[in-house]
């Protein structure tokens, strides 16, 4: 009985947090139990790390266009820079820092804060604009970020640190010396710190960090400019503060999504793939599908687009096609009001009410 009447008195929004916290936790224990016992594919253990990196920065970009109110396509230029800044530091200290934990930490801490200092510098002068000017200028931002890694040779000697944009030769190493970033080959080697338990961790850190901020003075203060922006300066809001925070922060997650990315795999290359224009777009498609505003939808969506064009390559030449059916249906799902009434109708919420309330009686 009291831990029922705790639980009523949480607020709404708060009960929904630790529900979908708690959902992470449980499917980690799943895969964990169906890893132990063998029945887990190489191809779902290999999309472990993806799914939670993606849910990361579909929740972080949700910041920025859901709770924030600004379309920004250069969100992978942020990822991209977490990455390449991450597996630089530990290329360079992997024979200095031999504890992996200390060495990824590290890693984690340098990416996030090299994307959060860019998300300043970039935010500071491209929030002045507004819609379709915004998405245009962030756009570059995330080709100019991909297009300088390429042509950008970095390495070390007993000197120090060399750069070059030229080519590897140009760097002039010294015996011993290492070339680091070799342009558009980028980095190899970088260790493989990425487990699926700290990708899981940095999920629920990132989930509760941002859900925080929104119920928070600040995220309430940042809701407001999204609503009205007059109204709110009236009011004594700084507007050019609350907004820089936000897409600082939704850049820094975004940059823990590239530390993942880039300690899961070999070698780290800055392709258009990888963190060019079409990676910013499918993040978006996972906020706008998973309901713009809705952090537990944005996580939700990423999972399900992520794990559906990988189960549908069994079709071949139709994969795509039915991966755009669903894609139509998701959306009609999502944002059609007859479809809404209908899940607010049929919502587990609903249903549990329903079952205690009949519980109740019968006791």
């Not at 472990?48 to 579909?58: F, R, T, V």
């Not at 929740?59 to 942020?78: C, K, Q, R, Y």
């Not at 629920?204 to 941002?210: E, G, K």
């Not at 599908?289 to 537990?296: D, R, S, V």
């Amino acid at each position: 009985m009291g831990k029922n009447i705790l639980w009523k008195r949480l607020n709404k929004s708060t009960r929904s947090n630790l529900i979908m916290i708690g959902a992470v936790v449980t499917v980690y224990i799943i895969c964990q139990l169906l890893i132990a016992s063998g029945s887990m594919s190489n191809l779902m253990k290999g999309l472990l790390i993806p799914l939670c990196y993606y849910s990361i920065l579909a929740v972080s970009l949700n910041l920025t266009v859901g709770i924030l109110g600004e379309l920004s396509l250069g969100h992978a230029g942020f990822m991209c820079i977490g990455a390449f800044t991450s597996a630089f530091f530990s290329k360079v200290t992997v024979n200095t820092i031999e504890n992996s934990f200390i060495r990824f930490t590290l890693a984690i801490i340098i990416g996030a804060a090299s994307a959060a200092l860019f998300g300043v510098l970039i935010g500071t002068v491209v929030l002045r604009l507004k819609g379709d000017y915004l998405a245009i200028v962030t756009l570059a931002f995330g080709e100019i970020i991909k297009n300088v890694i390429n042509v950008l040779f970095i390495g070390y000697d007993s000197e120090g640190v060399h750069f070059s944009m030229k080519d590897a030769a140009a760097l002039n190493l010294r015996e011993g010396g290492e070339a680091i970033i070799n342009g558009p080959r980028g980095i190899t080697g970088t260790p493989k710190d990425s487990t699926f338990l700290v990708a899981a961790l940095l999920l629920i850190i990132t989930y509760a960090v941002i859900t925080n901020l929104v119920n928070s003075r600040s995220g309430r203060a940042i809701m407001a400019i999204r609503d009205n922006r007059i109204a709110a300066e009236s009011v004594g809001i700084q507007i050019t503060k609350f907004k820089i925070l936000a897409f600082s922060i939704s850049a820094a997650m975004a940059g823990i999504a590239g530390v993942l990315y880039a300690h899961n795999i070999s070698t780290l290359v800055a392709t258009p793939k990888n963190f060019g224009y079409n990676m910013s777009i499918m993040i978006l498609v996972f906020v706008v599908l998973g309901g713009i505003g809705n952090l537990n939808g944005s996580i939700i969506a990423a999972v399900v687009l992520t794990l559906l064009p990988e189960y549908l390559r069994f079709l071949e030449n139709y994969r795509m096609l039915i991966y755009a059916i669903v894609l139509i249906a998701m959306m009609i799902f999502n944002w059609n009001p007859k479809c809404i009434e209908w899940r607010k109708k049929h919502s587990m919420k609903n249903y549990l009410l329903t079952l205690f309330n009949k519980q109740k009686k019968e006791a």
